[in-house]
């Protein structure tokens, strides 16, 4: 049951025109549109750009999962708003969000109550602002959110199995936001106050827009540097010319000092403007201290629970971006690499807010972020990141140049756990076991990394520790840009050492891939026998899907590196993916004859004597849990743990 007993029905952003009337509003200046359900909690996209755009004085409302399947009345029933309309296919991309890894229809969409399907659009951005654009063609559409994010340039559609131009081409709109939406809204709405026209909105940060280059001209803007990729025709007829554009594209969404990029589609230029600085510590608070009420709109009182929100109900996010640059991840794309962090006292408000609701039992689900342990962690001289074009900052190795301390998130961890209502405070978030490793995090102080290991063993995890290895083969890693499985191994045993020595009986649980890019039939075996080497019966486990701005998307569809522009062999057909999979299962009577006849037939006997020795035998880890097969329903990467992000997008990929 919702806590809605201490709320009034205005606290909300309106949905109806009921709601528009009860605050006495004749007009509304923004209504926006989204495929989720509406949740009025900092996790949720849709909610923040409502209370953002309410905290510059606007009248705002929301139309929460709009029918396309009427007579398309959710659309009319506010009319026309004075500034413009905002589209956003929700927290997650639709697509994602509708299908699984081999394509099938999910049962379930976390974002709508009771988990309902049908209530979110394929391409649901598209779809929203291309009804827009056809019933009010005078009214300009914005769109923004993960969807239109990743989408903003040529991109490989794995769904339909196609290379699909900018969604500012599909979608119909005047103006795509990319990334986190405070920074660009605030100059967008300050400029429009003012009285500049819609339409001449073209040189602000982190937008991207469609020049008709016949009839206006590109502005100039004095401190920007310009690049120019290859056309989107282009990349139609050349997937090597698709691939090398790539490279561009992931340098200059993680610059602090980016050129702004442009590409012809079709007869018009695509303008993508480069983005804002990382957002202060002041303006991420600003954030997060808006007035939500935390909880789903009272409409949805009865028709059932909205799984995304129970999973986030009793979680803070403390920080935004991730600089670990996963090439099968899409938080830098969206978030940025660089770490914006919230100050200690806005979290600890938070923590207040949480403590006080009427059903919370003194538990916290997570204190975390995209990665759990970034928490205020940047360079330690600005000027080396001006200049750097890396994608990760700790990938082929740590830059010397990042500080990694942990002593900040330990410390807030303890602030929290001061707070008289807390009972206990969970890390949900997945956290980067590499830079709690001395040997590769060679920068930080050993100490300091185990008295935050210790921390969160010892107060902070419900009998299972979380991690993300991916991968046992360094080639994979590599090209994952995720460190050797070696320092998997130093940390488990780091892991077992306070395991033993605080008497925890605690469980190690580490995730991995199969089907990435690089990975061949004996890698994953080799995988299977590591892990049952050291006493692994995998359960968290998935296929590789191909989501669009990834390096990884890139090398599926184009069959090079961006980087190098090499060959690089990926599985791609249903047999390859599920041969690949089968090894994560190797300990289930079904998939033994099949591991024998794969590896004789590639001569590896040696890893058929480690995976099925004649006596049968293992040490397991510890007891685990029964695994279930994951290939045709793997969890989204942005949902592979407690905590829904906001971006996320997902992907809540270490």
């Not at 590109?218 to 282009?234: L, T």
């Not at 306070?498 to 994953?524: C, G, T, W």
Request: contains cysteine; aromatic residues 10%; glycine residues 4%.
């Amino acid at each position: 049951m919702q806590e809605t007993n201490k709320h009034q029905l205005t606290d909300w952003l309106p949905t109806t025109n009921k709601e528009v009337k009860i605050r006495g509003w004749e007009q509304l200046d923004v209504i926006l549109f989204s495929g989720d359900a509406y949740v009025d909690h900092p996790s949720f996209g849709p909610a923040v750009i409502g209370r953002i755009l309410e905290s510059y004085g606007l009248k705002v409302a929301i139309v929460p999962q709009p029918s396309v399947n009427d007579n398309l009345q959710d659309f009319e029933k506010l009319g026309k708003p004075r500034l413009f309309f905002a589209a956003t296919g929700g927290c997650m991309d639709p697509m994602v969000s509708n299908y699984t890894a081999s394509k099938r229809r999910r049962d379930k969409d976390a974002y709508t109550p009771n988990g309902d399907k049908g209530f979110r659009p394929d391409y649901a951005t598209s779809v929203y602002s291309k009804i827009l654009k056809e019933k009010f063609p005078d009214v300009p559409v914005l769109i923004g959110g993960i969807e239109a994010s990743l989408r903003r340039v040529t991109h490989y559609d794995y769904w339909s199995d196609k290379l699909l131009p900018t969604i500012l081409e599909t979608s119909k709109a005047d103006m795509l936001v990319y990334g986190m939406g405070e920074q660009p809204l605030r100059e967008i709405v300050e400029l429009l106050q003012k009285g500049v026209p819609f339409s001449s909105l073209k040189n602000i940060k982190q937008t991207a827009v469609l020049i008709d280059e016949k009839e206006e001209k590109i502005p100039v803007v004095k401190d920007w540097e310009d690049v120019e990729i290859n056309s989107h025709e282009d990349c139609l007829a050349d997937k090597k010319t698709f691939a090398s554009n790539f490279k561009t594209i992931e340098q200059e969404s993680n610059k602090l000092k980016a050129r702004r990029i442009f590409q012809k589609v079709g007869e018009r230029l695509l303008m993508i403007n480069p983005p804002f600085p990382t957002m202060t510590e002041a303006e991420i608070d600003a954030s997060f201290d808006l007035p939500y009420t935390r909880l789903p709109h009272p409409k949805y009182n009865k028709r059932g629970p909205i799984p995304a929100f129970e999973m986030i109900k009793f979680s803070i996010n403390i920080h935004r971006g991730c600089f670990g640059g996963c090439s099968f991840c899409t938080i830098s794309a969206h978030q940025g690499k660089f770490i914006a962090s919230r100050s200690q006292e806005s979290v600890l408000k938070e923590v207040d807010k949480v403590a006080n609701m009427s059903d919370f039992k003194g538990y916290l689900s997570d204190i975390g972020g995209p990665s759990a342990n970034m928490y205020q962690m940047k360079g330690k001289v600005q000027e080396i990141c001006d200049k750097c074009v890396a994608p990760s900052c700790i990938s082929p190795v740590i830059c010397s140049n990042l500080d990694t301390s942990h002593k900040p998130l330990t410390e807030l961890y303890q602030a929290v756990d001061k707070h008289p209502k807390i009972k206990k405070s969970f890390i949900g978030s997945g956290i980067r076991h590499d830079m709690l490793v001395p040997e590769f995090n060679k920068n930080a102080d050993p100490k300091e990394l185990d008295a935050y290991t210790e921390e969160v063993m010892t107060k902070h995890v419900s009998g299972r520790l979380k991690v993300a290895p991916e991968h046992t083969s360094d080639p994979v890693l590599k090209l994952m840009r995720k460190p050797s499985f070696k320092y998997f191994h130093l940390f488990k045993k780091r892991f077992d050492k306070i395991n033993i020595k605080k008497r925890l009986n605690l469980q190690l649980i580490p995730y991995f891939i199969s089907s990435h890019p690089a990975s061949e039939v004996e890698d994953m075996a080799n995988l299977a026998a590591e892990t049952k080497d050291m006493g692994f019966q995998l359960e968290q486990v998935q296929g590789f899907t191909p989501t669009p701005m990834t390096v990884a998307t890139v090398i599926y569809y184009s069959g090079y590196h961006p980087y190098t522009l090499k060959p690089t062999r990926t599985p791609k057909t249903k047999k390859e993916k599920e041969d690949q999979h089968r090894f994560f299962f190797w300990y289930k009577k079904e998939n033994k004859d099949w591991i024998k006849n794969t590896l004789n037939k590639v001569g590896r006997q040696d890893l058929l004597k480690r995976l099925l020795p004649e006596n049968n035998s293992w040490q397991k880890n510890k007891k685990a849990k029964a695994a279930k097969h994951t290939f045709d329903d793997a969890i989204p990467f942005n949902r592979r743990k407690k905590k829904v992000s906001r971006t996320s997008s997902k992907k809540r990929r270490r």
